[in-house]
Each structure stands twice: as C-alpha cells, then as structure tokens.
C-alpha cells in the first residue's frame, strides 16, 4: 500500500486560510468515506483533527474543516494562528488496514 | 483522564527482537480496536498492525507480516507488539493508537505518546 500524496508544504499568514490536499486511489480515499486528519506538533503524539471525511471531534475548532472529491481528500484551515504551525497528516481505510499521507508542513509567515 | 502509554522500547541489535506494551486508563479498553503506528526520524506516519477488541482479529501491513505479532490482555488493560528479526529500518518511535468500535469509529483516538525503537549494531 502506497502512502498517500501530501504536498511538503503549506503557508499563510495569521487570519489567512490554507488547504492542504490527499491524493490517494480508488482503493483508499476513493473507496471509503474514512477520511481522517492529524495535528502533530514536534516531538508530541498527533492529535485527531477531523474524521469521516468531514467531522470534528469535541474541542477541535471550526475553523478546521474537511472534504472530499472522488480519490482526493482536502483538509482547510481558516483563520490561521501561530499555534496551526505543526504537521498534518491524512490517514484513510483501505479494507484491511489503513494507509497514511506523506505529510504536510504548515507554517504561519 | 484517557491515557494510553507505552514502554518497552530501547536499542536492540539487527536480527534482534523487542516487545512492547502499551497500558490503557481512563476509558474502557475491551470496547477499543487497538492499533501501532510508527515513526521514522524525520518521518511520516506509518500504520504497523491492528487487533479487534476481544483479540480474535488482526491485520499487519505488509513490512509486520511474518515478523511481528499483535496481542492484547483486556483483564490488564494492556495492547502488545511482539516483534522479531528486527531490522535497520525498523527504528522509529511506535505509538499506539484506538479505536472506537462501539461508535463503529475508523480514526484514531486516543494516541499514546509513543516509544522509540532503535535498531542499530
């Protein structure tokens, strides 16, 4: 199972609004609506963003969101703070078992 | 509070093997599938293994297969990794990971905070 395509990186200054994309196939992303996203911030365990494509978990804020479209998966974040300054993480089902994204790099400018 | 928290790591020589643990508190175990991911250095995330809440069901990715073993207690709360013929390539930091099979749940949470695994001569 290939790891699914991230870009390295993403920007935006604070108050600004980044996407970051998911490529995977119609094994994976395009099979399932088991979309998961994670926060991790260096040297910490990452955290559960967003779930089932599109949900969030009790505490996250609104400004994190998430979608959908066929064999990619998108994850944005609105309002951006210092604090959204972290790698991010796309992980889908993928029958068996689950395939992870390469990763993304958000930085706050 | 909810904590998953794991041990058993250290460096292990190649062709070594290592078991680790991971002990749940704070919520009801038996009711999570449990799952290792792991962490390269300066790596992504890579899923290694999971097993069914009562044990009965397990699945690796295609690297664990053959080498590794998954295993839980639920009378001590606890989610195993048995590994064997380690390799070079096997050094990162392996975290355990939930899910929640009474809410059908296909993400991940809680996660532990993990523990490296340093496979070196």
């Known amino acids: 199972q290939s790891a699914l395509t991230q870009p390295h990186s993403a920007s935006g200054s604070p108050g600004q609004s980044v996407t970051i994309s998911c490529t995977g196939t119609s094994s994976d992303v395009g099979a399932y609506n088991f979309v998961s996203w994670y926060q991790q911030h260096p040297g910490k365990a990452p955290k559960l963003m967003i779930y089932?494509?599109?949900k969030r978990p009790s505490g996250v804020p609104d400004r994190f969101s998430g979608s959908k479209s066929g064999n990619t998966a998108s994850l944005t974040i609105s309002g951006l703070q210092a604090d959204d300054e972290a790698d991010y993480y796309c992980c889908s089902h993928a029958g068996s078992s689950y395939v992870f994204g390469t990763g993304t790099k958000v930085t706050v400018l | 509070e909810v904590q998953l928290l794991e041990s058993g790591g250290g460096l292990v020589q190649p062709g070594g093997s290592l078991r680790l643990s991971c002990a749940a508190s704070g919520f009801t175990f038996s009711r999570y599938d449990m799952n290792w991911v792991r962490q390269s250095p300066g790596e992504g995330l890579e899923w290694v293994s999971a097993?069914?809440?009562?044990?009965?069901?397990?699945d690796y990715a295609d690297f664990a297969k053959g080498r590794f073993t998954v295993s839980r207690d639920n009378s001590k709360n606890t989610l195993y990794l048995q590994m064997n013929s380690l390799r070079a390539e096997d050094t990162a930091i392996y975290y355990c990971?939930?899910?929640?099979?009474?809410?059908?749940?296909?993400?991940?949470?809680?996660w532990g905070q993990g523990t490296l695994v340093t496979v070196s001569s």
């Open positions: 097993i069914s809440t009562g044990g009965s069901d397990t």
């Open positions: 089932d494509v599109s």
């Open positions: 990971a939930g899910e929640d099979d009474y809410n059908d749940a296909n993400w991940f949470d809680p």
